[in-house]
């Protein structure tokens, strides 16, 4: 088996505040630090259930959190951004299953680590084929598009539960637990590091039993939506050829798939933001 491992940092084990992700804040250094290390407890995992090839995705802000030199020797590391497909680069060059490591909740989600999606300065609400949808059904709707399933997720509380809604079988390992949006318990690491090793060693055999989720893929054509912060993002993504202005806050666009959406969403982003 050829796994892709994604990761993002704001789900990270003892990550509670935007400080410990921002790389311009001196507690970045040990955020970075708690990031790698739940990396290698997948990867530890994943090699000792029988995973051949690992490639990490780094896919928090610039894609350059985990330093090389502490990753898991077995893993390459896709690094940097932008990458095509940014959060889950790689997963085009043909890979058996992905695992999602330190994800968050979707923006807006009540009791959820620094639940956003994509961007919170610029991104209210999300919606893929008319669902109401975060970086966890975003990102696997792209794995789903090269028929590869989301098989575990780790995180908090609040991202478990949307990834077993999204994902009936999807594995989750809960390594903190939220009491608002800048705030948690947080397990030891040690045992956060059991946990997510034991998530990704069962999520990964049953798999290779042929057991656990399918791909998540949206049909195509794929609607999106965007609802914006403000009125004047609105207007700056409406200026993407083909998209449509919903109402003052909102920009939807229809995509001819998967891939297509995705591009669309990054440049509609990638418009507010101007
Ligand atoms: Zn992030």
């Excluded at 995509?255 to 969403?265: G, L, V």
Aim: glycine share 6%; proline share 5%.
């Amino acid at each position: 088996m050829k796994l892709l491992i994604a990761a993002d940092m704001e789900g990270i084990s003892g990550i509670t505040r935007w400080e410990q992700v921002n790389i311009t804040h001196a507690e970045y250094a040990y955020g970075r630090s708690l990031m790698v290390a739940d990396v290698n407890a997948a990867v530890e995992a994943a090699l000792a259930a029988g995973v051949s090839e690992i490639q990490v995705s780094d896919g928090h802000w610039n894609g350059t959190n985990i330093l090389l030199a502490d990753l898991h020797p077995a893993a390459r590391l896709h690094s940097g951004n932008p990458a095509p497909l940014a959060m889950v680069q790689g997963v085009q060059n043909g890979f058996d299953a992905a695992v999602f490591i330190g994800y968050h909740a979707m923006a807006g989600t009540p009791e959820a680590i620094m639940d956003h999606t994509w961007s919170s300065k610029n991104i209210a609400n999300l919606w893929i084929n008319n669902q109401l949808s975060g970086e966890t059904a975003l990102n696997a709707s792209l794995c789903g598009y090269y028929q590869i399933p989301v098989l575990a997720v780790s995180g908090d509380q609040a991202l478990a539960a949307e990834a077993s809604a999204l994902i009936p079988e999807i594995e989750t390992a809960i390594v903190k637990t939220a009491t608002s949006r800048e705030s948690g318990v947080c397990l030891p690491l040690e045992a956060a590091h059991e946990i997510i090793y034991e998530t990704v060693f069962q999520a990964v055999k049953k798999s290779l039993d042929g057991k656990g989720p399918k791909p998540l893929n949206p049909p195509s054509p794929v609607p999106i939506k965007l609802e914006f912060m403000h009125s004047q993002m609105a207007a700056r993504a409406s200026y993407l050829p083909g998209s449509v202005r919903e109402d003052g806050r909102s920009v939807s666009f229809l995509a001819a798939s998967m891939p297509d959406a995705f591009f669309a969403f990054r440049t509609m982003s990638a418009l507010a933001n101007e």
